[in-house]
């Protein structure tokens, strides 16, 4: 049952959260770096490598943040660290936004780095099936510092269901959810604008980014809610708003989350529903501008082309 919330407080404190962890990277830019060794130094800034099964973070295990050692940005959680067997700390997911992927040199593989510093963290690997998300974050032990201690568990997720606000304001309200940060996904343009979105030649859609709390609410009930509170059936446009921008899609970040959306659009198929919404590869999530976000909270209305209808 959709419980909805009238804290105005959480609201804000939940988009407040969510856009200082989106920017944190940014922000984080005037950070004082820290002096390398001549080791940390070829590894960091020279692109090395050091030996396999040396490095002093391969068997740790504590509960704790890994973080880049030159900056102190904030990487890989502990609970996404596994043991590949290749002799570097291995990680099977990142902390969104904070590990950039860039092709390698060579041409062959992908490279990985902090996304504040640059600093240079190893290679990223996937189809090797080591666990359910089929990646591999292959980590230099002197690329990272660990710093121990309990770690608040945090998950995203992104759906586009027509106009932004509707979707934002009724993911809010599920218990589990953290913050929704309204922006663009599914795009050919870098950090597009409103307007340029609203133009339709951008190939965005108007999407949203769920951050939760996987101890309290899994990614399925995530998405069952977001085939429930908008028209899955439309294929260009929700409700009055027409347009490439209102399309519906989940955007995955891995099998487990593909696999789940597909699941529910079978089921929806065999209960008689034509969906057209689209399931797609996560690219990158742009947050959009500040007055986009927590619109109908902050306008005192609900919205006027989204609501909830039971499927499941």
């Not at 860039?102 to 189809?127: M, Q, S, W, Y």
């Not at 996987?214 to 429930?228: C, G, H, I, Q, S």
């Not at 891995?254 to 209960?271: G, M, N, S």
């Not at 996560?282 to 082309?305: I, S």
Request: net charge neutral.
């Amino acid at each position: 049952m959709l419980k909805l919330h009238r804290n105005p407080g959480r609201l804000l404190s939940r988009y407040s959260a969510l856009l200082i962890l989106s920017l944190g990277v940014l922000m984080a830019q005037n950070t004082t770096y820290k002096t390398l060794s001549p080791e940390e130094k070829r590894v960091i800034i020279d692109k090395g490598t050091e030996a396999p099964f040396s490095g002093d973070l391969l068997y740790e295990k504590r509960e704790g943040t890994f973080v880049c050692r030159q900056c102190g940005t904030a990487l890989f959680y502990s609970a996404n660290k596994f043991d590949s067997g290749c002799g570097w700390p291995s990680f099977d997911d990142a902390i969104p936004g904070h590990v950039l992927e860039v092709p390698d040199a060579d041409g062959r593989r992908t490279e990985i780095l902090c996304a504040n510093c640059k600093g240079h963290l190893g290679h990223v690997f996937r189809g090797e099936r080591f666990t359910p998300k089929n990646t591999r974050h292959c980590v230099n032990s002197l690329s990272m510092d660990f710093i121990p201690g309990s770690v608040e568990r945090s998950a995203t997720a992104v759906f586009a269901g027509g106009c932004f606000w509707g979707v934002e304001y009724y993911l809010q309200q599920l218990d589990g959810v953290k913050a929704v940060l309204s922006g663009y996904s599914g795009g050919r343009v870098k950090n597009p604008s409103y307007q340029e979105v609203s133009r339709g030649n951008t190939g965005h859609y108007e999407a949203v980014e769920v951050r939760y709390d996987p101890d309290k609410v899994n990614y399925e009930t995530l998405a069952r809610m977001f085939f429930e509170i908008h028209d899955p059936t439309q294929t260009n446009g929700q409700g009055p708003d027409i347009g490439k921008q209102y399309r519906s899609a989940v955007f995955y970040r891995d099998p487990e989350e593909k696999q789940i959306a597909k699941k529910l659009i079978a089921e929806l198929e065999a209960k008689g529903y034509k969906i057209a919404t689209k399931v797609l590869p996560l690219d990158v999530f742009y947050p959009a501008e500040d007055h986009h976000q927590d619109y109908y909270f902050r306008k005192g209305t609900l919205p006027y082309c989204h609501g909830y209808v039971k499927r499941f």
